[in-house]
């Protein structure tokens, strides 16, 4: 069963991110677009509290509350433990067709985040007020460095998102979420100061068959091609140093594939998660080592050889080789690095990595309504880092055709899954897919010679003694007992890192040791014999995505050309952009609104400034007639009154008035003429800028 969550906010709203900066002490959250959201953690949270709170006016128990709270959240503490209940980010209706337009068209001035966040948002300042007996305070008047500037979202925005369940809701707790979804009357931050009144409802969705697309493979090359796909933000957990704050990896390592197509492989034939390594087909396909899942990068990036170097002061010469470089060539290189695109004469490095956001969170154990969590020991904050939604990664699996295809006959073509951490609430949600895939290696077979071999993937080898070791004289035993002969690595051709790699246990969870190994992107040069079947993966945990090599001829001399990408032009930059969304419609509208605006007042500005002179006194009764008439006719009137008086003589001699001492109202601004707004503002502007001119000049 599946609901649309709707929310609509009734006053000010501030979900607060947890940051602030210079001008703006406390923020809402927004996507990476600038749109304003409701993060799934939040709601999760909020509707916890309020189905709590309707248990209790049912009169139930403490128990019957607790066992009914576990059974649709979770329970906490358990990380293996999830709830019926799967929580998404509440975003803006239409919400793939906004976030579908904006990308395509992601330079035009009404897409960018801070014009969109302006439009949905607001600034509001509070203080505090000063109590009798309070130490250098004055009573009725606010205290020392009290005030406060939060940006919250506007009232009448609506947010909506999907709520899924994991398992069919009995009535009783379908009833009570539905009550709990209609009792929630407030959310966010200080709410008991005027913010965050809501209105919510809930919508339940079709029940869908599902879609059996499951068919026979051809499989002849022993390989299926993987993509992965977020549909919304993913943590892949990585832990680099800082204790609040959890990473996430910029790829898709083997082992968590492995594990998403193990669960989706239980799922699909019923079997017991606690025994399925029982079942033979599992074992073979999941346990045994005769498949192997690949690692899945994004955008199909692939690392560059660390032997790859540019020029630090020459940035436009052509990357070098560090293994051609000459004692004569004294100029200092750095390295390249990271992932990209590579083919032997041409480097891409733009656009080959993820994008990703970091989230605000914090946690308590206690979650009653009104409760003061000040001494409360459970109560703790974190960051999450996680990959954005809407990016794909692609890999590809491998092993014994046979095997291949029972498990792509077992699986679907296309479903969706959980990956990461948080999978309840926000964070997790892929699209899997699985093809077909022809042999593209371009190297079947070597010819003996000279070959620059690059790790694709972190290289775990071990040692004379069985303990991981990277290192040279390791790598050469491994490729001289892969080759049948001795490989020997080019004495000064090495380009090499090592690293750490670890694993974790859903089941158990645990960790690994931290193993050792050669990084992904370490480059080595050798000469190796006749070869009919090239190697593509060498060492330990082959199975899971590590040790894939790959070899290329290595002439001397060789030519590297740097990548360039074309500069993008705006789209419909001068001309009227449109939009199918309704919600991109009104800001667009907003957005030329303002253009116009700013156009009106600078041409009022400038003719100001090549203006004759007006003394203050005239201006001010010329700036509260525009801002009292309602029509041109009363502007004229007034200004016909004026003909042989000192106002009008002052302005036939500021040239504001024709030979019939007719007001010029449209001058200098001809596409202005049949818009009274505009004009009102024109000459506001106008007559505040003589003003400042008269004030900078020292005339009155």
């Not at 576990?70 to 919400?95: C, S, V």
């Not at 992932?339 to 605000?360: C, H, L, Q, V, W």
């Amino acid at each position: 069963m599946s609901y649309i969550l709707k929310l609509t906010t009734e006053s000010h709203l501030l979900t607060g991110s947890g940051e602030g900066g210079v001008l703006i002490d406390a923020d809402v959250v927004f996507h990476s677009t600038g749109f304003p959201m409701i993060p799934a953690r939040r709601i999760k949270g909020m509707l916890k509290e309020s189905l709590e709170e309707v248990l209790e006016i049912y009169g139930k128990t403490e128990a019957e509350i607790k066992s009914i709270i576990i059974n649709l959240f979770g329970e906490p503490g358990k990380p293996t433990y999830e709830g019926k209940l799967l929580f998404h980010n509440l975003m803006l209706p239409d919400w793939k067709n906004i976030a579908s337009e904006i990308a395509t068209n992601q330079e035009y001035g009404a897409f960018q985040p801070d014009f969109i966040k302006s439009h949905f948002t607001t600034e509001i300042q509070q203080t505090a007020i000063g109590r009798e007996g309070e130490k250098d305070e004055v009573e009725g008047v606010a205290k020392k460095r009290s005030l406060r500037n939060y940006r919250v979202i506007k009232p009448d925005t609506t947010f909506e998102g999907l709520l899924e369940t994991t398992a069919s809701l009995l009535s009783e707790e379908d009833q009570f979420l539905q009550k709990a979804i209609r009792n929630l009357r407030y959310a966010g931050t200080r709410r008991n100061r005027g913010f965050g009144k809501v209105k919510c409802g809930v919508e339940k969705l079709a029940t869908q068959a599902p879609i059996n697309d499951k068919e026979e493979f051809s499989i002849s090359s022993g390989k299926l091609e993987v993509t992965i796909t977020t549909q919304s933000p993913v943590v892949l957990a990585e832990q680099l140093g800082e204790q609040n704050t959890v990473f996430t990896r910029k790829y898709i390592s083997g082992n968590q594939l492995r594990g998403l197509l193990a669960n989706a492989y239980i799922r699909e034939t019923g079997l017991s998660t606690a025994n399925a390594h029982l079942d033979p087909d599992f074992f073979e396909l999941f346990l045994s080592g005769k498949v192997k899942f690949g690692s899945l990068s994004f955008s199909q990036a692939i690392p560059i050889p660390l032997h790859l170097h540019t020029y630090k002061q020459g940035k436009d010469k052509a990357p070098i080789s560090v293994f051609d470089k000459t004692d004569e060539d004294n100029e200092i290189t750095k390295l390249i690095g990271g992932a990209g695109a590579f083919d032997g004469r041409e480097i891409r490095t733009d656009g080959y990595t993820p994008k990703t956001s970091f989230n605000f969170h914090n946690s308590r154990y206690n979650r009653a309504a009104g409760r003061s969590t000040e001494n409360d020991a459970e109560t703790g904050i974190f960051y999450y880092e996680s990959l954005n939604e809407g990016q794909a990664f692609h890999g590809e699996i491998t092993g014994e055709p046979a095997s291949i295809a029972k498990l792509a006959a077992t699986l679907s073509k296309e479903f969706p899954a959980k990956l990461g951490r948080s999978r309840s609430a926000q964070y997790g949600s892929v699209l899997v897919k699985l093809e077909t895939t022809k042999d593209t290696n371009t190297l079947t077979s070597l010819s003996a010679g000279k070959y620059v071999m690059t790790l694709q993937s972190p290289l775990i080898l071990l040692n004379e003694n069985g303990h991981p070791s990277p290192t040279v004289a390791a790598l050469q035993k491994a490729l001289s007992a892969v080759f049948e002969s001795e490989i020997t690595v080019e004495k000064g051709k090495a380009a090499a890192a090592s690293t750490y790699v670890e694993q974790f246990n859903a089941i158990w969870q645990a960790k690994s040791d931290k193993i050792p190994a050669f990084k992904e992107n370490s480059s080595f040069i050798m000469t190796l014999p006749n070869m009919e079947d090239v190697p593509t993966k060498l060492g330990e945990w082959t199975e899971q995505g590590f040790g894939v090599l790959k070899f290329e001829p290595y002439p001397s001399g060789k030519i590297f050309e740097m990548y360039k990408p074309e500069q993008s032009k705006e789209p419909n930059a001068e001309g009227h952009h449109t939009a199918n969304a309704q919600v991109l419609k009104n800001l667009i509208a907003a957005y030329e609104k303002e253009e116009t605006l700013i156009k009106v007042k600078s041409n009022a500005i400038k003719d100001a400034q090549n203006a004759k002179h007006i003394n203050n006194h005239l201006i001010g009764r010329l700036e509260r007639l525009f801002e009292r008439s309602g029509s041109k006719e009363d502007i004229f009137k007034w200004i016909k009154e004026t003909q042989g008086k000192p106002a009008g003589d002052a302005l036939r001699k500021a040239d504001l008035v024709d030979h019939d001492h007719e007001f010029k109202i449209e001058a200098n601004q001809e596409d202005l003429k049949d818009n009274m707004d505009l004009q009102k503002i024109y000459w506001t502007t106008f007559f505040q800028t003589l003003r400042k001119i008269n004030k900078k000049n020292g005339r009155i």
